[in-house]
């Protein structure tokens, strides 16, 4: 899914944006396919200075939330750094699978339907979205696909005068769910896996074959009714996809969120499912994060997108 981002090398040091707190680190290669946290530190943010929203304003107080992410990267040893990937909050950005029903005679004319058609799932006029999109794989009647990624301008505006002001290159910038779904995309691996992402009205869920995002759901809703959504959602991913198997494809779910249940969600896996699904941690995934008060659901956004510097 990221063939097309990684050319040049993007950085090693990351920034993980949140509601909650600003995650800043670096990795380090620890053998194939696997990586250590170097450095690095979260700061805190007080309630109300950043909101994600894909509409509106997101940051009520830039001169406030420059003094902390300059304080997160000095905590982090990495005050020098001035390059850096970006991890957006997900309510920031929107993800959608745009699909072709039928082949454009044209360059320009595929142009003017995939902008349509990101208008269509965005619900915002393309000249006013920053969309980025990546060709994957037809879907099963061979029509074709592209993984859209958007982000209104007003709103990105917002971050990168941040980052100027700080004299920083941001290489990358991806929502939170994107950067996540990293640790999923092992180009050797079997089956089916499940990203469940938190967030502040929801979660975000993406279903990836092999390397390749094949749905993509922001899910919005309370507390109390998130676990009937995602019940909900592996229903639907039996029916649409194993209807046809003896075996359930799905053997993978990464979880990312303080506020998820790990014993909760395997529940819920083996009541829509008929089987139980173990939730995979950092390790597994592999990154090694040394002792301390970090946890993966911390630094998974902005160590996925930095371990994209090391292909």
Aim: hydrophobic share 40%.
């Amino acid at each position: 899914m990221f063939s097309s981002l990684l050319q040049p090398n993007f950085p090693r040091a990351a920034l993980g944006l949140g509601q909650e707190s600003i995650t800043a680190l670096a990795l380090q290669k620890e053998g194939r396919g696997r990586f250590g946290i170097k450095q690095a530190a979260l700061v805190e943010l007080p309630y109300g200075l950043l909101v994600p929203d894909f509409k509106d304003r997101n940051i009520s107080n830039q001169n406030e939330m420059l003094v902390l992410l300059e304080e997160a990267v000095t905590n982090a040893g990495l005050l020098k750094n001035k390059r850096w990937s970006v991890s957006l909050p997900s309510n920031t950005a929107r993800t959608a699978i745009l699909t072709l029903e039928d082949e454009p005679a044209s360059k320009s004319e595929k142009e003017e339907v995939l902008e349509w058609k990101a208008e269509t799932s965005f619900g915002v006029p393309s000249g006013e979205l920053r969309v980025s999109r990546e060709k994957i794989s037809p879907d099963a009647n061979g029509k074709t696909r592209y993984f859209a990624t958007a982000v209104r301008l007003s709103v990105i505006d917002e971050y990168e005068t941040l980052f100027e002001r700080m004299n920083w290159q941001a290489g990358l910038v991806l929502p939170r769910a994107v950067s996540e779904s990293k640790w999923l995309t092992n180009p050797v691996s079997d089956g089916d896996s499940l990203l469940i992402s938190s967030q502040s009205d929801g979660f975000t869920a993406m279903l990836l074959r092999g390397t390749e995002p094949s749905v993509v759901r922001s899910v919005t809703c309370s507390e109390n009714e998130r676990d009937d959504e995602i019940y909900r959602l592996l229903v639907y991913y039996q029916d649409k996809f194993s209807v046809d198997s003896d075996e359930n494809l799905l053997n993978k779910l990464l979880v990312v969120g303080k506020d998820f249940v790990p014993e909760r969600l395997r529940e819920i896996t083996a009541e829509a499912l008929g089987e139980t699904l173990d939730i995979l941690r950092a390790e597994d995934v592999g990154l090694n994060i040394p002792a301390s008060n970090l946890s993966f659901d911390e630094v998974a956004a902005p160590a996925g997108i930095a371990s994209l510097g090391f292909r």
